[in-house]
């Protein structure tokens, strides 16, 4: 990259002016999670990544899970993960260390990254402010205390951005009774990129995109209408754990938000490529 | 209770005119702590006070440890808390779990307690927004990750008030290199009300208040002046575990907050008691 | 009063917080009339209500009328006051000392004595800032200048609370010739709080509410349902005076206002009882 | 006038301008008075001019008191006015009168004739928001309730302006202890205009202005510089009852006021013509 | 003018008011044009007039063009004028020299002339702010860079209009290719006010209005309705160059504008004439 | 440039982070001329720049001349340009020329250049609002309407940055006479820069910078402290035509501006490379 002369660095800002015009006060929800939550280069370019959006005019509201950080205190605790169809039974113990890890150690550690990238954030989770509300997730067997979200409120999340800060979220809510619940971070994402009528909600995931062949990258598929993707699941491109990830994106552009993007996490900087450039990185759901 | 007639109720309400009219649009911060943060019924009462106070256009700023909570995780992960001199010997295992337990757990319980009684709440630690800065404790034996603040940054704690929330804020603080520091919740409280340039700080604790026989309540002093505190260092009538306490109403009081109380927590509404009547709870420095 | 502890105090303190959190930024008109207008220590009592609630955060007004006051003053310039169904008659004479008596001398006390209960008050009426319109009221005998409100403009009133006053109305009225009318302040009060979509219309009386036997006062009917009014009328449950004091009541409710109250003004603090306790004290209509 | 053609019209409005710009946004402070306040015709005019300059965007405050009509109520309860030096002996019966017909029947009038030219007022006395305190005018002889203004807040004032009301101020005044006192309104007109940072106080009078020669008006003196007041008065110029005015304006100036003006309330449109025309009208002190 | 004694100017004065009041705080666009332009006393009195009606609260955008300046400055480069159906032909060297004229040289000395009289305008043009979108106009003859209004755009109109500026607009215009195009200035007022939703358009010619006989100008129309107007071509009443105005008229009050009118600009103040005075100069449109 | 891949644009983007965090909310005057407004490419390129700029949160003011159009239109009308010391000799017929067209035409083609861009532009003169306020350049050979700057009115300019614009300054001025004076347009940038304010000054020029060989472009110095130029002046490494524009950069950073740069406006994007990295391009004064 050093050998990229100043003039072309200039040109290739220049170039970015109209994604800016096209995003300026506008916000996107980015689900941050996979490789670029673990890669500490990674992680550090999301940071930039986010920093540069917001002082460019673009109001970002990060959403956060932590999979890897819960399984890892659950062992440290002596307390085995347990996954049925996928989603991590919780029972009260778990769900404690759920809102601790998420609450209190991964979404500290994002707000005091940001800051270290010069920005200001502010770190919240569905209890705060009344920000989610769930009820149990109705579903066969018992998955203990996940929950399914009632209620989005998303004055905090604006006051947030209206104080100069980028809300970094973690996915626990509670009830009236003061139940607390273990989010699903995909689903937590697209509901609120709804409420706040967001101009585009971005997942952030460990693989190229939808592939019409799932073994070479080279078949990307960059943009699918949501009105085909029953189609696509039945002829078995979209399958396996692309179904919750794509049912989300279609929830959410159902509910108004213009697009939603499933982005490989694990390319350096894929925010920036995402908004700022005409590159095709990924799948786009419209 | 229940004996009281409405009409003598409505005397008491009337009889907190003059107390609410002294500290409308004031700040008060009030350190939580011992008893009244663990058995339920000293608990729900913070909660309603808080709730109250700030309906009636009182700012309420909450500040929380939580140590016995540290403690329970920490053996949790069978790990033994040690103490040198009092404070927490904090390793960089020990400080996640500080961050951990009081900004995931106690802070966000505390959060959806506070909505309970149909108030908002916001849940910071001193990462969020730069509030806290802080850098290793000196002391003669190393305590690790015990810190020192040396900033204090007021703005997400006001934008918290704006927005119509009570702050309530986790002890914890990062340093520039992003070391995360436990921090002694009395001091922070302190040094909160300093820079918010509060009305009254309320440090709450687990005894009846400062006591010319420390074994009589009945010889509780009520009031001292700052400049009388080392004359009571001296003569024995402030010691042990008072120290500390003492000296953090003393430096509140020379960094122009107008009065730092010592309260009893284990007397149910003890904060209202402290608030809107004459009564002489506690010892008050000013 | 002076035996109730201070934790029994603060118990009553604390269980006021959701009736304030119920009323408050809602806005309360008070009639102010009868004994509570004339005892001195019902009076002072009343003042103090008025000044906390508005503390608290909800946002009363006042309307008066005078008839005691105006009687005595027409007594010293030696003439008889006159009633023709229970309406004073007023020729331009009575006008003119209505006027003064209400908007300069009443008015303007009770201003005062707000005052010295350290609330803020602004003593209007019905001319200033053209708040209420009124034209001859039309009925079988001539009552000369007692007028019919024709019109209630409340930014004066709303331009008084959100200057920090608690407005004080007088109820005279002028018509576009320049005329000016003596109005019931019953009615007044039901046309204000209808025009400020209030949350509460309280008529202080002295009489303990509607009673289903009017000799008993145990047989107070605690609230009655608007559409019920007509069949009370029938069965002479209300009857005499009470009339148009609960026709008041009802055309408040049919404008929109939640509740109207008809309240016992000899009970001290009975406002605060009103407002800030669950005790059946008066009669509601819903 | 009526022989005036538009184009002279038109002309006339024109050279308004160099005026109005010098006004404009500026506070003007007039004691309203003599025989501008008796004869219908002047008064229309008077209150005619109110409204256009508060149109043009000049701040306009009226401060009035009404001997004449006190005196008639007086009669009227067949109490004999008393006046010691040119002030009334106020006793308690006296002052209950002052301030219901000043606060409530003069104040009143004048509101609704100002709504009669489509212009917006609020009536308020002394007592109003705090506006005026007295104390007991200390002097030789007992005088009663005579005031001398102790503090003015300008807020209520300021309020008024702000919501686009002229702010029509009667000259009453109350103590700590509640006691009404009688204000002499050259006094309070003088010191509300120094508390609002007026540009300028006009004084209506019955007179030409301050004459060389008292029986000649072509003698008149435009304009006096206040450090040549005492000379002035020495030499007999200023003398009886021009005195306490003429110590007004002087008092007025001193507090920082640009000019204070005695002008004849007898001519129609004086106040236009001392303020929109560069005619000397009257006599300026500054 | 001389000879108007001060109560005269006064009287006059004060018979502005209701028609300050009827058009305070509403916008008047002027179309300023003709002798009004060329004349240096008129100039001066325009501008005055501007000045005036900004500062009683009117508001004012002046609108104008500048033919005769074009052509002197076509003649100066050796250019000859060239009008087909009275439009100037406009080939690509004049539309510069248009835009130069208009915007460069009319439009300051305007601007500047404002300033002279204290007041303060700001000089647009319709490319400023993207305030005027045109098109070229269709016409039988090709006529070169004429344009044809396709959108207005008012902010940059109301931004100056708030920050206390008196807009002054030069009719150029531009298409999204970059291409500048004449206006025609009655034209660019008529769409400009509707834009504005202003109360009034006012157009300044070199003829008294519309006239029943058009030798005799005591046979002035004072007033058409915009339905009469067919019927007056038709017979003839409204014939050649009254046609393009009155045209502009009828669109303005189909637009929703309250009234246009058509004013003899060689009369002195003829703006506060019709303005400020109820006198029937030149011929209303409604 | 199309040979850098969507990573290498990312990574860019990125790397322009701590710049635009360093100029956010910041104004930067640009002093636009030379061949940067002559090339079409070039002048596309700064319009870009400009609209980048403004869009990521800095606020960029364009103040330009116009010297060859001058002379253009001046040769036009059969006029020859004459310069005296470089500077043009300017009657009065080469004022309203030079108005003409800096005020019209450049100006208003810039403004209509940056919406070509979509970005929102407002032209403004010196005349505009009092912005710049000038007298007779006093100088050994008369100039004629040459203008030397007496005051600089920010209003205006702040007014269209508040409102979105995008503010472009044509260097003419007037007087309080109204006569109208060409102003050198590096010297109106110098001295609105400093009243603004300003964070940089950065004057457009057709040299690679300060050299220290002029004839060797690799002896570019980067950086000069204003204290070092009487030394530079001395040794001849200053000298000639760039004498003037680094009297301008001194004038500038002595009035408060952090730091003036010399850039090379034949480079493409000179100005985001001068803003956004932290090439040395040009010379800058600190």
């Known amino acids: 990259m050093d050998n990229i002369s100043f003039m072309d660095r200039a040109a290739v800002l ?10 300026s006060g506008k916000i996107v ?20 990544d986010l920093v540069l959006l ?21 062992k440290k605790i002596g307390k085995e993960s347990k996954f049925i169809n996928g989603l991590r039974y919780t029972d009260k113990e778990t769900a404690d260390i759920v809102q601790m890890v ?5 979404n500290k550690d994002l707000v005091a990254l940001v800051e270290r990238h010069h920005g200001k954030a502010l770190g919240l989770c569905g209890i705060d402010g009344g920000l989610l509300k769930a009820k149990k ?34 996915t626990v809510a509670s009830d009236a009774a003061g139940n607390v619940y273990n989010i699903n971070a995909d689903t937590a994402a697209a509901r609120i990129a ?17 592939l019409a062949d799932k073994d070479r990258e080279e078949t990307l598929i960059p943009h699918v209408c949501v009105s085909d993707v029953p189609a696509l699941k039945r002829e078995g491109t979209i399958s396996g754990g692309m179904i919750p990830k794509i049912d989300c994106c279609v929830e959410t552009v159902r509910r108004g938000v213009k697009k939603a ?26």
Chains 1, 2, 3, 4, 5, 6 share one sequence.
Do not use: C, W
């Open 14 to 23: 220049a170039q970015a002016l109209p994604y800016i015009q096209k995003y």
């Open 194 to 210: 709804a409420e706040l009528h967001a101009e585009n909600l971005i997942l952030m995931t460990d693989i190229r995109g939808l």
């Open 137 to 170: 997730l109705e579903s066969e067997v018992d998955l203990g205390y996940v929950g399914d979200i009632t209620q989005v409120n998303a004055k905090p999340v604006l006051d947030a951005l209206a104080g100069g800060y980028i809300p970094v979220i973690a």
């Open 102 to 106: 998420l609450g209190g150690k991964v």
């Open 261 to 286: 993007v499933i982005i490989d996490g694990r390319v350096p900087h894929s925010i920036l490529i995402e908004i700022l450039t005409d590159e095709g990185i990924g799948t786009m759901f419209t």
């Open 54 to 74: 917001q002082l460019v005019g673009i109001h970002v509201v990060l959403v956060h899970g932590g999979g890897p950080e819960i399984s890892a205190m659950l």
């Open 29 to 48: 929800v980015i689900k941050y999670g996979g490789n670029a939550m673990i890669d500490d280069d990674l992680k550090q370019a999301v940071m930039s």
